[in-house]
């Protein structure tokens, strides 16, 4: 391979100079700040999207150029390297155009560096034992070391010793303030450490979209906007969630769910005067094996009427019957939508083409605490209650939802909520509530 293309002073005691087909082209100012640096740790935190993964492989690719040295790239667990890592590692090879210098050796799970005799090694942590047997690592690279304990930490820093210029590079999202990184590594003064910070705005080569992607968390949630667009630490999750049984990787579908044919789509609405939100559910009649709850679809309609509410709604469900369930508070007259004396529910009901066999609404809103009860119960018990991952108002109003804080007993359940136009408005978590009394009241037996 030639050589002198990058000629930063990567260590203190050593040049690299390579060619770089494309210097210009290939590389964000955060794989320059990694590149730079040759302390012992490195500590490659930052937001969602800011380019960590994709500089910290091209480093190590690249100096596995300067001499022979075994690396190794680890995550917490082991099948997700060969999924996620190794195909980026040989992804990297080819944008740097550096894949024919390279041998894989895919049931080792290995890479050869034919010109130096470097060798990548890729492995879990979630066999330590193996991990003994590696000797003479001069690099290591945690990915998502968040996912790792101090002391997997601790092993790995073992691992790495009796060799010169050895470095350990974790790249990390700081999802927790509480997390061990945390305190090792910004609480206290660490030697030989280089802590190297960004953000997407760091990576010239996001497309717009994803920008916006990652901005609008402010929207939703603001704790994953600090983490994922500013890099910040995330603050500690507040105890007493309103719903302690929902979980994220049991109640939000990691696909998007498909609308089944032939079966109603059953709406849940909250009537605020802005924003007037509904979700959309398909769900069986019975319980028990192969009986689904599915969220399929939220609405958060800003400055519209009713009528076009429903319009966009339908749209939405062309092929399936429809019912329609919500707030209580609809049967009364509500100056908010200014037609003339007519109740809301009639105007969904023109709206939607309903007859009145397919309103379902409550007489009276359920009490905050047989809703907590039962929102809980068919969360837990349920033997598949799903929220297509497009829902990011409700599933944001889920992980957040509080009670208030109180002494009196009798309000102990009652729900923290902000004006409806806000993010504490909770109007789509009323929605879902309101779906659940309505259709599931009796599924607590
Ligand atoms: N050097 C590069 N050349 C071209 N595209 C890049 C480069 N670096 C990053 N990207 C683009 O930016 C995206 C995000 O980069 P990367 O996955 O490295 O970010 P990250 O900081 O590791 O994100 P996360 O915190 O989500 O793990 C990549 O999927 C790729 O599209
Ligand atoms: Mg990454």
């Not at 690299?16 to 210009?24: D, K, Q």
Request: charged share 25%; hydrophobic share 35%; proline share 4%.
């Amino acid at each position: 391979m030639q050589r002198n293309a990058i000629t930063q002073q990567p260590r203190d005691d050593e040049t690299i100079s390579l060619v770089v087909p494309n210097a210009g082209r290939v590389f964000t100012p955060v794989f320059r700040k990694l590149w730079l640096s040759g302390k012992r740790f490195i500590i490659n935190k930052g937001g969602a999207g800011s380019s960590k993964s994709f500089s910290a492989a091209q480093k190590e690719l690249l100096l596995s150029f300067k001499r022979k040295m075994t690396i190794l790239v680890t995550r917490k667990v082991a099948s997700t390297l060969k999924d996620s890592v190794i195909p980026s590692f040989r992804e990297r090879m080819q944008e740097l155009e550096v894949s024919q210098y390279f041998e894989e050796n895919k049931s080792e799970r290995t890479f050869y560096n034919t010109e130096t005799g470097s060798k990548f090694l890729f492995r879990g942590l979630d066999d330590p034992e193996k991990l003994k047997s590696i000797e003479g690592i001069d690099r290591i690279l945690v990915e998502e070391a968040t996912e790792i304990s101090i002391d997997d930490f601790f092993e790995l820093n073992r691992r790495a010793r009796g060799r010169e210029r050895i470095q350990i590079t974790l790249n990390f999202n700081p999802i927790d303030e509480r997390h061990w990184l945390k305190k090792h590594f910004f609480d206290q003064e660490i030697e030989n450490c280089e802590v190297v910070e960004s953000t997407y705005h760091d990576n010239q080569f996001l497309t717009e979209t994803d920008k916006e992607q990652i901005a609008i968390l402010k929207k939703y949630n603001y704790n994953q906007y600090r983490i994922y667009a500013l890099g910040d630490w995330g603050v500690a999750r507040v105890d007493n969630p309103w719903l302690y049984a929902f979980d994220v990787k049991k109640h939000v579908s990691p696909t998007p769910l498909t609308v089944v044919p032939n079966m109603p789509v059953h709406l849940s609405f909250d009537f605020n005067i802005n924003p007037l939100c509904c979700i959309a559910v398909q769900q069986t009649q019975h319980y028990g094996p192969n009986s689904y709850i599915k969220v399929l679809k939220e609405f958060e309609l800003r400055n519209t009427t009713v009528k076009e509410a429903c319009k966009i709604i339908k749209a939405a469900f062309p092929h399936n019957v429809l019912t329609a369930t919500g707030d209580a508070t609809g049967r009364n007259r509500n100056a908010g939508y200014t037609s003339g004396n007519e109740h809301l529910w009639k105007q969904v009901q023109r709206g939607l083409g309903l007859s009145s066999a397919q309103i379902f609404t409550p007489k009276v809103n359920p009490s905050h605490t047989n809703s907590r009860h039962l929102c809980n119960y068919v969360l837990q018990e349920h033997n598949s209650l799903q929220i297509d991952p497009s829902c990011r108002g409700l599933i944001n109003d889920c992980l957040t939802a509080r009670p208030i804080v109180t002494d009196d007993q009798n309000k102990e359940d009652q729900l923290m909520k902000g004006a409806g136009d806000s993010v504490l408005g909770m109007n789509l978590f009323d929605c879902f509530r309101y779906l659940l009394e309505t259709h599931h009241g009796k599924f607590v037996g």
